[in-house]
């Protein structure tokens, strides 16, 4: 098919974040089937990451992350199972996933005095790309997380995305 | 009689005391050697966003950046013919799991845009912000249909959620 100016988009805003008034929000990331939104927003000044369902804009809780502001980076599983997120304790910089359905937090430390920038969770929960900034430099590292998390994976299997061993 | 007894008592405390430190210290996410040299091999990168096998990342050398997409199961980044220009600077992408759909936030001619690339038509299709705005970051919906883009409006970060069709 031809590609030029033929699409339409339909689109929306992602709607109120609960707060009341003009806020921040950014950083989104969708569940891989599309019914959950995570994004950053200010509470109490801090940056926390607000996860909806959608289209209903229905806030889940997340009370195991309220400890660990600022949070960045947010990222989805397929079925939103998995929430992986940079977040703070004491001062340094970690990469977290939470399971929402166990309610388990995994924390993930790194070695080294390198800074973590981004992270991105494979809609699988197989993987996780990380972004680390040492010395001015940027680079990517993946890590197996198949120890670690059982794979959450979509109810009907897509061509050409299969799962990696 | 008494030894053996005492010898089980001993082998069972051993089990109390280590299964519980085990389960404390818990499976540890590996890194992916292979993968990781030939990431390092890109240069500087950063802005990794995972799905199914490929990993999207925007990298180079001297400053001169693109986005790349790598098949994880080859070890190989794929062509993506059309999708980038010399006088185009990166800003945020991301790839569905099927590895053919990329949203990608560039500057370009002195404007930010929102584009989406179709692998297998190799075409490359703006998308208007509507009330006008200026994206930033990009999050794909891992199955393809919908994209969430964070967008500056009036000094307001909003995010707007887009239907792929």
Redesign the interface.
């Known amino acids: 098919?031809p590609?030029?100016g033929s699409?339409?988009?339909?689109?929306?805003?992602?709607g109120p974040s609960g707060l009341g008034g003009?806020?921040?929000?950014?950083?989104?990331?969708?569940?891989?089937?599309?019914r959950y939104?995570a994004?950053l927003v200010e509470r109490g000044g801090r940056r926390t990451v607000l996860l909806q369902e959608?289209p209903s804009g229905r806030e889940l809780p997340l009370p195991e992350l309220r400890r660990f502001q600022p949070h960045r980076s947010p990222s989805l599983s397929?079925n939103g199972r998995y929430l992986a997120l940079l977040v703070q304790q004491g001062g340094r910089h970690l990469a977290v996933i939470q399971d929402r359905a166990t309610g388990r937090l995994?924390r993930?430390p790194l070695g080294g005095d390198r800074e973590l920038?981004?992270?991105?969770?494979?809609?699988?929960g197989r993987?996780?790309?990380?972004?680390l900034v040492s010395q001015g430099?940027?680079?990517?590292?993946?890590?197996?997380?198949t120890?670690?998390l059982e794979p959450d994976l979509?109810a009907t299997p897509?061509?050409?995305?299969?799962?990696?061993r | 009689m008494n030894r053996r007894h005492a010898a089980v008592r001993t082998a069972a405390l051993t089990v109390v005391l280590t299964v519980p430190l085990a389960g404390c210290l818990?499976?540890?996410?590996?890194?992916?050697p292979g993968?990781?040299s030939r990431?390092?091999a890109i240069g500087?990168?950063?802005?990794?966003?995972?799905?199914?096998?490929w990993?999207a990342?925007i990298?180079g050398r001297d400053g001169r950046e693109q986005v790349q997409l790598v098949d994880?199961?080859r070890q190989l980044p794929v062509p993506l013919p059309g999708l980038n220009r010399p006088d185009a600077q990166p800003i945020a992408v991301s790839v569905?799991?099927?590895?053919?759909r990329l949203a990608l936030v560039r500057h370009l001619e002195g404007r930010t845009e929102l584009v989406l690339y179709?692998r297998g038509?190799m075409?490359l299709?703006p998308?208007?912000m509507?009330p006008p705005g200026v994206p930033r970051?990009v999050?794909?919906?891992?199955?393809g249909?919908?994209?969430?883009?964070?967008v500056s409006r009036g000094g307001?970060?909003?995010?707007?959620?887009?239907?792929?069709?």
């Open positions: 098919m590609a030029c699409w339409s988009w339909g689109r929306r805003s992602a003009p806020t921040n929000r950014e950083d989104p990331a969708l569940s891989g089937n599309g939104l994004s959608q397929w995994h993930l920038e981004r992270l991105s969770l494979a809609p699988d993987r996780l790309a990380l972004e430099r940027s680079r990517l590292e993946l890590l197996d997380l120890p670690l979509p897509l061509s050409g995305g299969g799962p990696l | 818990g499976p540890m996410p590996q890194p992916l993968l990781n990431l390092e500087s990168s950063r802005s990794p966003a995972l799905a199914g096998r990993l990342l990298g994880l199961e569905d799991a099927a590895g053919e179709r038509l075409a299709e998308i208007a509507q970051r999050n794909l919906r891992a199955d249909r919908e994209l969430a883009v964070e307001v970060w909003q995010v707007d959620l887009i239907q792929v069709p």
